[in-house]
């Protein structure tokens, strides 16, 4: 039996399917879209599969996934809560799976029509009373109905403290939208953005404006798990893992963890950097590129400090011009990310991250050898570090 | 209500499953062709079984009546609607202890219903109803409350079963500003979209209750050890006690931080919106709105007081606004 996870598992196989702001099809068809491709991208059967996983928020049940692919018996199914936190989650929950032999193939998914169907930041309303309902109930009575304006609130204070500047939150936006250009599945290849563009955009919740924040779009992506032997078979290269674990951290709410004594910084996720650092026995010199999670543009200013690559209030001097772009010390959502590629709730910023140990980013780095991927960023969350065979 | 008293009021509830509400009622006119005829008109129902110009063609042999008007062969018309202020009978009585121990709401939310026999020309229907059922106390998207149920079995003139039909109502505490709303007052209710109303749940309801009732801010306070928290949860994380009470807030505190709401505008608040997170007095946080502010004036460390909004539809709400 492992003692870590560290190289118990691999990302084998990606799945995708075309993201857009109207897919047409059930979310249930962008599921079985994406989990059949991923499994035939790691030279597999939909039989070969043993184990699904998906966010509690999914509407496509791991059997009826199954039922349509052509799954048989499966070992494993589980749901991970949490919104964009469950993203590294769902990975976390295949790895242990593989590593104990619980199961041998795992798919993990997330499928939405996020655009088309049920929106994000609508409020939150429900019949039975549940301790979620009333969580959000100390916010929506006083209009805090978004996730904009519950990162908007940590993001004032964050800036005013540090002296960052809507210069430096525009840095992280036309940077991923430059990387959408050579992206075409990105939402927003052809669209590219200057700084005044960014600066003309309309404010939503002061500080952040419109292109500081995610699009909604429709589509699936699907990523398939199993072990580092059984991966070498396959057609691609793999993206082995070398650290992963979920965090949640004292005071913890989701979105809203207003209540701790330090707004200005994301505990849970220096308490995820602890753990997959150690695991993988890397620090933040050895990561050649990130995939942060980048629903809000401020939230990857602070996760650059709490993983370490700047000190905490350094990361409006760390973001430049190409800092984070392709040729820059740390290229960052080389896809786009949920910026300017799609929001698939950090899925697809996984994919990315294999993608781009396997070599084939839309913009590949001259050298990569790990990469550093985060999920939801205000929420329960996790984070992954993939390296090369 | 204190425990004891809580105690007492559900055992004088539970004293009321298993009573007959009144004496078996029996229909006031026999099963017949013209109600048929009218209930068949009303619900577009063509069936030729109904009438008494195709059944004789059907496996019946004869007109019967649709199986769903069991009910209404026993109904009492008008009267009905009377009973609720004078009952006159156990559970016109059921439902005025509960209206009086402030359950005011009511909300039929199922029913069930079995048929024996089909009922022929002539039939006549004695129907007796008994309260079979009150649940635990629920805490429900309408408010907390008791989930009633009777039962209502149906008998033919030779005593045969024809068949029963449950029914169950939630008797409900409406949250707090939704009283008149939920009551019927019709001129009470407000066709303008308000703000997302808190549900009333366990954990947070004497929250909203004791703003609307004091005018106060009030703060939880764990019974044992004495540490407040915001915002209010069951369990006290310093000793493990779900022992509380509330002290009331200075009301006074100064800006956390902020953001100014441009975008989505949601009918029921005002645009620009100042949201804050407060630092109060106390030493606690709390989400709250800024008013009587323009929003280029709101900065972090803004001195601000307490003030107790009330919207038109009678809801209140703490907000803040600058100090001094
Ligand atoms: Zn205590």
Redesign the pocket.
């Known amino acids: 039996m492992p003692t870590t996870l560290r190289n118990e598992a691999a990302i084998a196989g990606i799945g995708q399917t075309k993201y857009s702001k109207n897919s047409g099809v059930s979310e249930l068809s962008l599921a079985t879209e994406a989990v059949r491709a991923a499994i035939l991208d790691a030279g597999l059967q939909p039989s070969d599969v043993d184990g699904l996983v998906t966010f509690t928020m999914d509407s496509s049940d791991e059997v009826e996934v199954a039922r349509n692919v052509g799954i048989g018996e499966m070992t494993m199914f589980s749901q991970i809560n949490y919104g964009g936190g469950a993203a590294v989650g769902l990975v976390h929950q295949a790895v242990m799976a593989v590593a104990t032999g619980s199961a041998k193939n795992v798919v993990v998914y997330r499928a939405l029509n996020g655009r088309s169907g049920q929106r994000m930041g609508q409020g939150v309303s429900g019949q039975i009373i549940t301790s979620d309902l009333i969580h959000w109930s100390w916010y929506m009575p006083f209009g805090l109905l978004t996730p904009a304006s519950w990162i908007a609130l940590q993001a004032q204070l964050y800036m005013h403290q540090y002296g960052a500047t809507s210069e430096h939150l525009a840095h992280v936006a036309i940077t991923q939208r430059a990387h959408a250009q050579n992206n075409p599945n990105a939402a927003m290849c052809g669209r590219p953005m200057t700084m005044d563009d960014y600066m003309a955009s309309r404010l939503i919740c002061e500080p952040l404006r419109l292109f500081d924040c995610c699009q909604e779009d429709d589509g699936g992506c699907a990523l398939l798990i199993t072990s580092p032997e059984r991966a070498k078979d396959g057609p691609h290269p793999p993206a082995i893992i070398r650290g992963v674990t979920q965090a949640s951290f004292t005071g913890q709410e989701q979105m809203t963890s207003f209540y701790r004594p330090d707004l200005a910084s994301l505990p849970e996720m220096e308490l995820a950097a602890k753990i997959v650092y150690e695991q993988a026995g890397l620090g933040p010199d050895d990561i050649d590129a990130t995939c942060f999670y980048d629903a809000f543009t401020p939230e990857v200013l602070m996760q650059l400090e709490a993983f370490g690559f700047c000190g905490r209030g350094e990361a409006k001097d760390f973001v430049t011009e190409d800092s984070l772009s392709v040729n820059g010390r740390l290229p960052n959502n080389t896809h786009g990310g949920l910026l300017s590629e799609a929001y698939i709730h950090g899925v697809n910023n996984i994919a990315e991250g294999a993608r781009l140990i396997r070599g084939s980013s839309p913009n590949q780095p001259a050298k990569v050898d790990h990469v550093l991927v985060t999920s939801g960023v205000g929420v329960p969350t996790g984070a992954l570090i993939l390296g090369k065979p | 209500m204190n425990e004891e008293q809580k105690k007492a009021f559900e055992a004088e509830l539970r004293a009321y499953v298993g009573k007959a509400i009144g004496p078996p009622v029996v229909a006031r006119d026999p099963v017949n062709l013209p109600m048929i005829r009218q209930w068949c008109d009303a619900m577009g129902e063509t069936h030729p079984a109904y009438s008494d110009e195709g059944a004789g063609e059907t496996l019946h042999g004869q007109v019967v009546a649709p199986p769903t008007m069991l009910q209404a062969w026993i109904m009492e018309g008008w009267a009905m609607h009377e009973g609720y202020d004078e009952p006159r009978d156990e559970q016109h009585r059921l439902h005025k202890l509960l209206t009086e121990a402030g359950y005011t709401g009511v909300l039929g939310t199922n029913t069930e219903e079995h048929y024996d026999r089909y009922l022929k020309l002539g039939d006549v229907v004695t129907a007796v109803t008994t309260i079979d059922e009150i649940s635990e106390e629920k805490a429900t998207g309408a408010g907390i409350g008791y989930f009633v149920t009777t039962r209502t079995v149906f008998e033919d003139q030779e005593g045969e079963s024809l068949g029963w039909m449950s029914f169950r109502v939630l008797k409900f505490k409406p949250p707090a500003g939704q009283q008149a709303a939920a009551s019927g007052d019709e001129a009470a209710i407000s066709t303008a979209p308000t703000r997302m109303k808190p549900p009333a749940g366990h954990d947070n309801a004497w929250w909203w209750q004791k703003i609307a009732d004091e005018d106060v801010l009030p703060i939880q306070r764990?019974a044992?050890?004495q540490?407040l928290r915001h915002p209010p949860r069951p369990m006290?994380d310093?000793?493990g006690?779900q022992r509380f009470d509330s002290v009331a807030a200075s009301g006074r505190g100064t800006v956390h931080t902020f953001t100014v709401i441009h975008y989505p505008q949601v009918p029921g608040y005002d645009y620009p919106l100042v949201s804050i997170i407060v630092d109060l007095e106390e030493g606690e946080r709390m989400v709250s709105t800024l008013v009587d502010c323009k929003p280029e004036d709101c900065r972090i460390g803004l001195p601000v007081a307490v003030v107790i909004h009330e919207d038109e539809d009678g809801f209140k709400i703490p907000f803040f606004r600058p100090a001094g």
Do not use: L, P
């Open positions: 764990c044992d050890c540490k006290c310093a000793c006690s």
